[in-house]
């Protein structure tokens, strides 16, 4: 098993290579470990996934519970794994920072800090509080005795503010704050892609929805580093089981089964941890 050192040395020579790569977001052991039996270089927690292997909605896990779940999945595989923190668990700058603290302890190689409050009333911080939040856990992150992958998250189009102007405005702040990569959830183009990449230096994570149809190919073109699903995954896997189950509720039948992976398979793909 390697290192948290090599781990994070790995983690960010992947945002200094050429191309983009593909950073699929497991949401426990199991599905740390089959994505990287299938060949993925990176990992990076899902916090809806993770809260829904939990029967909650996404925001409901404590900050205790993420790191146990993040030691959890960095025990579990040898691949560096870059956390989605939420908020950091807290809005004073310092507080939160101290989270990217507890985050490295846990054997991460990377993280998130995001600047939605988790408050219906004001869903998105301030600005100049989110640069804030962003700087103090910049300054936390780069004093760390690894390389320490910052990821700073505009979360406008998450909470119905599509502004675009304002998201780039932020992520051009958190950039200047330390944010090591920029991410912006929610643009779903790759005209928003270009307009992203283009206002930035440093490397960007493009989230893929439903919406796009696109290619790794076409999203590196457009200047995109880093390309997660979110917990779109996870939510394939819970739909699975809910057509199944009214399948055999409503119609009394099992055609599911003809979609199953076969056992030999899946131990094919888990043998590598065999005791």
């Given at each position: ?198 206002a930035l230096s440093r490397p960007v994570n493009m989230l893929v929805t439903p919406m796009q149809d696109v290619t790794v190919a ?41 979609d199953m992976t076969p056992t030999s398979e899946i131990n094919d793909i888990f043998s590598k941890w065999e005791s």
């Amino acid at each position: 098993m390697p290192t948290q050192l090599e781990k994070a040395q790995t983690f960010r020579s992947l945002h200094e290579r050429d191309g983009a790569f593909v950073i699929p977001n497991p949401w426990d052991m199991g599905s740390a470990r089959l994505f990287e039996a299938l060949g993925f270089e990176a990992l990076a927690t899902t916090s809806a996934g993770f809260a829904h292997s939990l029967g909650r909605i996404d925001g409901q896990v404590s900050r205790e519970e993420k790191l146990a779940h993040c030691r959890a999945l960095c025990d579990a595989t040898s691949l560096p794994i870059s956390a989605d923190l939420e908020k950091c668990f807290a809005d004073d700058p310092a507080e939160a920072a101290q989270t990217i603290a507890l985050a490295a302890k846990a054997g991460l190689a990377g993280g998130s800090i995001e600047d939605a409050s988790g408050d219906p009333a004001a869903p998105i911080y301030d600005f100049n509080l989110a640069v804030e939040r962003v700087a103090a856990a910049a300054e936390v992150a780069h004093s760390l005795d690894i390389p320490f992958i910052l990821t700073a998250r505009a979360e406008n189009y998450l909470h119905g503010r599509r502004d675009m102007d304002d998201t780039i405005r932020r992520l051009q702040a958190f950039e200047a704050a330390g944010a090591d990569v920029l991410y912006a959830p929610g643009p779903a183009t790759l005209e928003e892609a270009r307009a992203i990449t283009g206002a930035l230096s440093r490397p960007v994570n493009m989230l893929v929805t439903p919406m796009q149809d696109v290619t790794v190919a076409a999203l590196a073109e457009a200047g995109v580093k880093r390309i997660s699903i979110g917990g779109a995954m996870m939510r394939a896997v819970i739909g699975t089981l809910v057509r199944g189950s009214r399948q055999m509720l409503d119609d009394g039948r099992f055609d599911w089964l003809a979609d199953m992976t076969p056992t030999s398979e899946i131990n094919d793909i888990f043998s590598k941890w065999e005791s």
